[in-house]
């Protein structure tokens, strides 16, 4: 179950209107910040509706405090995420830079200390070094890294550019995708491939044919999964829902999901805040102070048959002003969300 954290003065003050929906007018702070395990109430004392969020499937991909990591350990960060209310953690390697060396035996040892459950891993694709660590070089390595660490899914955040941005450079990908997704599942893992914007752009060589189109109806849906990135997929509609010859091509990143829930165990929950000037239509923030609808977003998937805790959440920034911060907001959002009644 997800564990309770205590309000938060600032976060008292700094809640955005976002994360007012769902709770009633007059609701208090310890309401919207405190156990997770109840829904809201309101002064009135009716109920607002149950958590957005499914216990035990809150994470953070520990990019996002990679600069803590470095400077002071896993032991620390992993203490802080508990305090926060988290569930569970993505890792994108296994040291990045952190303070002292580590066996991937003591780190799982560390994060299920910490009551984190390690729930998957970002490497890369291919690299031109034949000895790097990717799955297009090092496949069994990097598989047994993952079964040491007892993760469930295994993937990269690399697009499928490896070969270009043809049709057929993407089946090419796809092909190769196949065969990692066939080794983890022989392995009782998931390979699972995250998105950027880059991957809703169109085919160089048929500008009818969105490149991420062809990922899904060329990977076998039984091997090779998706992690939707969010906030990427949302710069995606607002970069690619006109084709290169200026007809409209409009998609909900949503609607893919809902389309086949089963392929997207995992999702990144990052923020932004609408910006049409930007080149990505968005400038990324903490989870709930931007624009991105997640009370819609994560219910909507939630409330299909069987799909509640099928789903992994993981909030993640790039590149946030002070991470524990953004750790500890995120999560306070998160658990704030309250189903419409």
Same mark, same amino acid.
């Given at each position: 179950?997800?564990?309770?954290?205590?309000?938060?003065? =600032?976060? !008292?003050?700094?809640?955005?209107?976002?994360?007012?929906?769902?709770?009633?007018?007059?609701? !208090?702070?310890?309401?919207?910040?405190?156990?997770?395990?109840?829904?809201? !109430?309101?002064?009135?004392?009716?109920?607002?509706?149950?958590?957005?969020?499914?216990?035990?499937?809150?994470?953070?991909? /520990?990019? $996002?405090?990679?600069?803590?990591?470095?400077?002071?350990?896993?032991?620390?960060?992993?203490?802080?995420?508990?305090?926060?209310?988290? &569930? =569970?953690? =993505?890792?994108?390697?296994?040291?990045?830079?952190?303070?002292?060396?580590?066996?991937?035996?003591? /780190?799982?040892?560390?994060?299920?200390?910490?009551?984190?459950?390690?729930?998957?891993?970002?490497?890369?694709?291919?690299?031109? @070094?034949?000895?790097?660590?990717?799955?297009?070089?090092?496949?069994?390595?990097?598989?047994? @890294?993952?079964?040491?660490?007892?993760?469930? +899914?295994?993937?990269?955040?690399?697009?499928?550019?490896?070969?270009?941005?043809?049709?057929?450079?993407?089946?090419?990908?796809?092909?190769?995708?196949?065969?990692?997704?066939?080794?983890?599942?022989?392995?009782?893992?998931?390979?699972?491939?995250?998105? +950027? $914007?880059?991957?809703?752009?169109?085919?160089? @060589?048929?500008?009818?044919?969105?490149?991420?189109?062809?990922?899904?109806?060329?990977? &076998?849906?039984?091997?090779?999964?998706?992690?939707?990135?969010?906030?990427?997929?949302?710069?995606?509609?607002?970069?690619?829902?006109?084709?290169?010859?200026?007809?409209?091509?409009?998609?909900?990143?949503?609607?893919?999901?809902?389309?086949?829930? +089963?392929?997207?165990?995992?999702?990144?929950?990052? &923020?932004?805040?609408?910006?049409?000037?930007?080149?990505?239509?968005?400038?990324? !923030?903490?989870?709930?102070?931007?624009?991105? @609808?997640?009370?819609?977003?994560?219910?909507?998937?939630?409330?299909?048959?069987? =799909?509640?805790?099928?789903?992994?959440?993981?909030?993640?920034? &790039?590149?946030?002003?002070?991470?524990?911060?953004?750790?500890?907001?995120?999560?306070?959002?998160?658990? $704030?969300?309250?189903?419409?009644?």
């Amino acid at each position: 179950m997800s564990r309770m954290f205590q309000p938060d003065p =600032e976060l !008292t003050h700094r809640l955005t209107r976002r994360g007012m929906l769902g709770v009633a007018a007059g609701a !208090t702070a310890a309401a919207l910040l405190g156990a997770t395990s109840a829904p809201a !109430t309101a002064a009135t004392g009716k109920t607002a509706g149950r958590p957005v969020l499914p216990p035990g499937r809150l994470g953070i991909q /520990l990019y $996002s405090l990679r600069d803590k990591v470095s400077t002071l350990g896993f032991a620390p960060v992993f203490a802080e995420l508990e305090k926060y209310g988290y &569930d =569970e953690v =993505e890792f994108a390697g296994y040291t990045q830079g952190s303070a002292g060396p580590i066996t991937l035996a003591q /780190l799982r040892r560390l994060a299920r200390d910490h009551g984190l459950n390690p729930i998957g891993s970002h490497v890369g694709y291919y690299s031109d @070094d034949p000895n790097a660590y990717t799955f297009a070089q090092n496949l069994t390595k990097v598989l047994d @890294d993952a079964q040491a660490l007892g993760l469930k +899914h295994i993937g990269t955040a690399s697009g499928p550019f490896r070969y270009g941005s043809t049709v057929d450079a993407w089946k090419r990908a796809a092909e190769e995708f196949n065969t990692y997704g066939a080794a983890a599942k022989a392995r009782g893992m998931k390979f699972y491939q995250h998105n +950027h $914007s880059e991957e809703f752009s169109f085919a160089t @060589d048929n500008p009818k044919v969105r490149l991420y189109d062809v990922l899904l109806r060329e990977t &076998d849906p039984d091997l090779v999964f998706l992690e939707m990135d969010i906030f990427w997929a949302y710069s995606g509609q607002f970069r690619f829902s006109t084709r290169p010859d200026g007809t409209p091509a409009p998609f909900e990143p949503l609607n893919y999901v809902l389309k086949q829930p +089963h392929r997207y165990p995992l999702f990144h929950v990052k &923020d932004g805040v609408s910006d049409p000037a930007d080149t990505y239509g968005y400038r990324m !923030t903490d989870v709930g102070d931007g624009d991105i @609808d997640y009370q819609k977003f994560i219910s909507a998937v939630t409330r299909l048959r069987g =799909e509640r805790l099928a789903h992994h959440w993981q909030a993640e920034h &790039d590149q946030p002003a002070e991470s524990f911060t953004f750790a500890r907001r995120s999560s306070a959002y998160l658990h $704030s969300l309250r189903e419409k009644c």
